[in-house]
């Protein structure tokens, strides 16, 4: 797979080229992400800073980089870790008319949050009547099923 020789990442995210110099941070992407211009095969590509800083931490190339606290632009030490599709739709932002971040319905005129996790191919479900009964259920789950500590 590609190599970048003589290429650094600093812990807080930031590339430094052969050169010395610094990967100037610029604007995001549409899509949130920032792009770095590289050198490889004596071709010049455009990359995703985030694979390239992943790939100069660890020597790999996955398939694809997650973000954990889902901020696109934080390429710091410690948030990018390798992942799969499903692991990485786990953090992703909720809808902005969403305030609590948990999925709501009203039944018999009473305000529910829903709680859902999928793991190993099934759905686990769980109600709450308020914010900290639905905060504590999330947690709870996440640990069980996914064996995340919040």
Known sequence: MKKLKNWRVLTN??????????????KPLANGYLQVSVSYE??????????????????????????????KSDNSDGNLR????????????RHRENTCGIT???????????IKVR????????TATNNLMAASHLKEMKKVY???ET
Not at 82 to 93: E, I, K, P, T
């Open 13 to 26: 995210g930031t590339l430094v080229r052969p050169c010395g110099a610094h990967v100037p941070t610029g």
């Open 42 to 71: 004596g071709k010049r590509t455009m990359m995703k800073q985030h694979r390239v800083a992943h790939y100069l931490r660890t020597g790999e190339w996955p398939d694809m980089v997650d973000h954990k606290n889902g901020i």
């Open 82 to 93: 390798s992942s799969d599709a499903v692991l990485n739709q786990r953090n992703q932002y």
């Open 104 to 114: 709501t319905r009203v039944v018999n005129g009473i305000l529910r949050y829903r």
């Open 119 to 126: 793991a190993n191919g099934k759905q686990h479900e769980r």
């Open 146 to 148: 996914w064996n995340e």
